[in-house]
């Protein structure tokens, strides 16, 4: 499987973005997906994630009522909508993918647990 996360960019506080990441391959949709992100000298940290069926997400506390993952397996596609941005949100973000088929129901929060990485994109919020 192999990821392309775009959407980035450079807005101010308060603002939305909406990142996608698209996947190529019939693995997808046996793929927990989740979303990393990586601020300048911190380490990449857990921001959001998706069970294969859709029905689970998990989100990590400094997000959690202001992103929103969501899947469309039809387009191999994965999104983060980004709301009430802050400055403490500029990171490059990262999408991942986790073969599992038999765990149809779990989101995997620990970054050693993913076989796919997409590029990455650079989300700036000014203040």
């Known amino acids: 499987v192999q990821l392309q996360a775009f959407g980035g960019g450079l807005v101010q506080a308060g603002d939305s973005l909406r990142l996608s990441c698209t996947a190529s391959?019939?693995?997808?949709?046996?793929?927990?997906m989740g979303w990393f992100r990586r601020a300048p000298g911190k380490e990449r940290e857990f921001v959001a994630a998706?069970?294969?069926?859709?029905?689970?997400?998990d989100y990590s506390d400094s997000v959690k009522g202001r992103f929103t993952i969501a899947r469309d397996n039809a387009d191999n596609t994965v999104y983060l909508q980004m709301n009430s941005l802050e400055p403490e949100d500029t990171a490059v973000y990262y999408c991942?993918?986790?073969?599992?088929?038999?765990?149809?129901?779990?989101?995997?929060?620990?970054?050693?647990?993913?076989?796919?990485w997409g590029q990455g994109t650079q989300v700036t919020v000014s203040s």
């Open positions: 991942a993918g986790v073969l599992s088929m038999f765990r149809r129901s779990s989101t995997f929060t620990d970054s050693s647990q993913y076989n796919y």
């Open positions: 391959g019939r693995a997808f949709s046996s793929c927990g």
């Open positions: 998706i069970s294969v069926s859709g029905t689970n997400t």
